[in-house]
């Protein structure tokens, strides 16, 4: 079958870094993308990996390792407003854009 | 701006009833998809679609129907609706060869 494991939390504080992991089971696998979302809110795009190797959005960046089956999110310079759900999401199959999602990591930032 | 919009924002039906959910985007994209989110359970694809007129089934289609009569509208339809339908439902679209998915608020539904 298909999956995505992601641990369901992490809390740091201001200014830390956090890396949240994901693994992956898909197949026909060519790509991983990352969400967020706020409570109450929509997921929005954060990024995405189709080639192994480093991506970097500002205080976020996201990784890709095929031969491993994995990705991670690292959220740098952490502040109050990443407080949120972030989702790793596979892109595979025989479908244009059809989506795998994790099951989410809440991120808890304190002060 | 992209724009993704439903219908509703908050829904409560009851058990047997047929629900109609409405999802507008204004970005001509081709692809559009229907999922629910349920706690722990991440978002779940139902259906989606990638021209008017064609659907396919996502990983939970059980219990739902989709339309898309025009390139702008893709509809989730609950045809006798259950309790365990109850649900947060999120509707999203993409553009032809891009990676990024725009979700619509959300509809929650209530089914009692």
């Known amino acids: 079958g298909q999956s995505l494991e992601q641990p369901s939390e992490v809390t740091a504080v201001e200014g830390a870094i956090v890396q949240i992991n994901c693994t992956y089971q898909?197949?026909?696998?060519?790509?991983l993308s990352w969400y967020q979302q706020h409570d109450g809110g929509a997921p929005t795009f954060l990024s995405y990996n189709g080639l192994d190797g480093l991506e970097e959005t500002g205080r976020f960046s996201s990784f890709l390792s095929r031969s491993d089956s994995y990705g991670y999110l690292l959220l740098q310079e952490l502040q109050m407003k990443d407080s949120a759900s972030y989702f790793c999401?596979?892109?595979?199959?025989?479908?244009?854009?059809?989506?795998?999602f994790g099951a989410g990591t809440q991120v808890v930032v304190t002060p | 701006d992209v724009k993704v919009t439903q219908s509703s924002r908050y829904l409560v039906k009851r058990t047997g009833e047929k629900v109609f959910l409405e999802c507008v985007q204004d970005?001509?994209?081709?692809?559009m998809f229907w999922y629910r989110q349920d706690p722990g359970l991440g978002l779940r694809l139902i259906y989606f679609?990638?021209?008017?007129?064609?659907?396919e089934k996502g990983d939970i289609p059980e219990g739902y129907s989709v339309s898309r009569e025009k390139k702008e509208r893709f509809s989730l339809i609950l045809e006798s609706a259950s309790t365990n339908q109850t649900s947060m439902y999120l509707c999203a679209s993409l553009g032809q060869g891009a990676h990024e998915q725009y979700f619509g608020p959300g509809t929650r539904l209530t089914v009692t």
């Open positions: 999401a596979s892109h595979g199959g025989d479908s244009w854009g059809k989506l795998q």
């Open positions: 679609s990638y021209d008017v007129k064609m659907k």
């Open positions: 970005m001509d994209h081709e692809n």
């Open positions: 898909t197949s026909g696998f060519y790509g």
